[in-house]
């Protein structure tokens, strides 16, 4: 187990966590265990039942999903300061993509259901997560955005321009 202290300052430093109060940090360390990925290994895979949220602190994460004829693809990529399995925190469990270290990774991990409960024993804890939570989805859903944008210019058929 990682010191507290070490674990608020870690959080401190994240985009997720700079904007909150002390005592949401402390509350969070205490609840906060260490997960080190090395490059190459999964965090999870598309489909399983997964009850923890993470928070990138250090290193990168892919996140991919499977396509019918064309294998893995890889539709975001996570770093310091974003989550990941964050429907953990809603109360499911089940993975729509498979999360992959692309270089080693330190993250935080939280047990959904224990931040769940200490959410709604402590207002102020839960107010924080999840106005942090709404915003770090409102960033992923603006990239989505951004994507599908660039994908339908990529495919967008070229139109002649006529003069009459």
Do not use: N
């Not at 939570?133 to 994908?151: E, I, M, N, S």
């Amino acid at each position: 187990m990682v010191d507290p202290q070490t674990v608020a300052d870690l959080l401190a430093e994240t985009a997720f966590a700079s904007h909150f109060s002390p005592h949401v940090v402390q509350a969070l360390a205490g609840l906060a265990e260490e997960t080190v990925l090395p490059s190459g290994a999964y965090l999870f895979r598309e489909g399983e039942v997964h009850h923890r949220v993470y928070l990138v602190c250090l290193g990168r994460l892919g996140l991919e999903m499977h396509v019918p004829g064309r294998g893995s693809v890889r539709i975001l990529t996570l770093e310091s300061g974003d989550l990941a399995a964050w429907s953990a925190l809603l109360g499911e469990g089940l993975m729509t993509a498979s999360a992959v270290a692309l270089e080693s990774s330190r993250l935080l991990g939280f047990d959904g259901p224990r931040l769940q409960a200490a959410c709604a024993a402590d207002a102020q804890l839960g107010y924080e997560i999840m106005h942090g939570l709404a915003k770090a989805l409102a960033r992923r859903l603006v990239a989505t955005r951004l994507q599908l944008l660039d994908l339908y210019v990529q495919q967008a058929p070229q139109f002649e321009v006529r003069r009459g």
